[in-house]
């Protein structure tokens, strides 16, 4: 059965908020809850970005959901023999309750440590080099791991749970959703157009048969970003003051920090978020939207839920939109 998340992203919600909202999600059907890692926040607006693994933890104790954290960047700011233990810790103290998203990281929250921004390939080439780190230290045995990209001298770790998590790598490219197909075991990716979707699950799948895994066991999760309110103006106004990242037209993981994303989102029209965001104070449209995906045959869609009262968002959507889906 396809699971109906809610994604509750850190940059815009306090700590303390978000651990409700994860508790209330439960509450109003959500069968999930994808918490994103940040170091900072898109705009000054937003306000926030506390640190993903404590409020996983916090909100794990409070509901009986999975939880999961991500995209986790286990390459800069934490490397991925730290971000292995964290997702051990909390696999030990909540079995099999998340997963672990993976991704190539954005300077707006890696250059924190001063290293060199290299070009996306290098970026990806180090994102694999961590998922393999993590894989040897989720064996529980001994490890070292050197390559052109990263680091690890002779680890293990001692606290781990019965079953590791799944490792899901984050794409919107053909060529490393081959990639994740052949190592990791599923991928995250937007919403976006549903051909487009398609052909990275096929490529997905493509890269598993090649490396002879089996292609049914790889788990796909797309997170769907939904700007509603009571009327058509403050819908809109939701997403352009609350979430404008998907009318950008900007690779967003260059942004160095939140004063110069906000320069490029300053004069965001409403058709700049088409295809990427949906915008409506029609409760149908949502639903329909959803739907589509479901219909897609994905296993996972987290929703993000933008505006200023995710409180009133989540239980309109946890009430009417919800029970009008068919999950395939």
């Known amino acids: 059965m396809v699971v109906i998340g809610q994604a509750i992203m ?3 919600v306090a700590p303390g908020r978000a651990v409700e909202l994860a508790r209330t999600a ?3 059907g959500f069968g999930s809850v994808m918490f994103s890692d940040r170091f900072a926040p898109w705009t000054s607006s937003q306000g926030q970005a506390s ?7 916090a909100a794990s104790a409070r509901t009986t959901i999975p939880i999961n954290p991500g995209v ?3 390459s800069y700011r934490m490397h991925p023999a730290v971000v292995a233990q964290a997702s051990a810790t909390l696999a030990s103290i909540f079995p099999d309750r998340h997963w672990l998203g993976i991704g190539a990281g954005e300077l707006i929250n890696e250059h924190v440590t001063g290293q060199y921004w290299p070009e996306p390939p290098r970026r990806i080439n180090r994102m694999f080099s961590a998922i393999e780190i993590i894989r040897k230290l989720f064996t529980g ?14 680890a293990r770790l001692w606290t781990l749970p019965d079953r590791p998590p799944r490792i899901l790598v984050a794409t919107a490219g053909p060529v490393t959703a081959r990639r994740a197909g052949a190592v990791a075991d599923g991928m995250i990716t937007e919403g976006g157009r549903l051909e487009q979707l398609a052909t990275l699950f096929e490529q997905l799948r493509t ?4 490396a002879g895994r089996d292609p049914e066991r790889l788990y796909r ?8 309110a009571e009327t ?3 819908a809109e106004q939701a997403a352009i003051e609350h979430w404008p990242g998907p009318g950008v037209r900007y690779p967003v993981s260059e942004v160095r920090n939140t004063r110069d994303f906000e320069q490029l989102a300053r004069r965001l029209r409403r058709e700049d978020f088409t295809d990427r965001m949906i915008i409506s104070s029609d409760l149908d449209a949502h639903r329909r939207r959803i739907q589509q995906f479901l219909d897609l045959g994905v296993d996972e869609v987290q929703l993000h839920l933008a505006g200023p009262d995710p409180e009133r968002a989540q239980a309109v959507f946890g009430t009417e939109v919800l029970p009008g889906l068919s999950p395939s």
């Open 51 to 57: 640190f993903v693994w404590n409020v996983a933890s």
């Open 207 to 210: 890269g598993a048969a090649r």
């Open 221 to 228: 999760v797309v997170r769907l970003h939904h700007a509603w």
């Open 10 to 12: 850190l940059e815009s």
């Open 26 to 28: 439960q509450q109003y």
């Open 141 to 154: 045995r001994e490890a070292r791991h050197s390559d052109p990209e990263l680091i690890m001298e002779q």
């Open 72 to 74: 986790i960047s286990p």
């Open 232 to 234: 058509e103006p403050e």
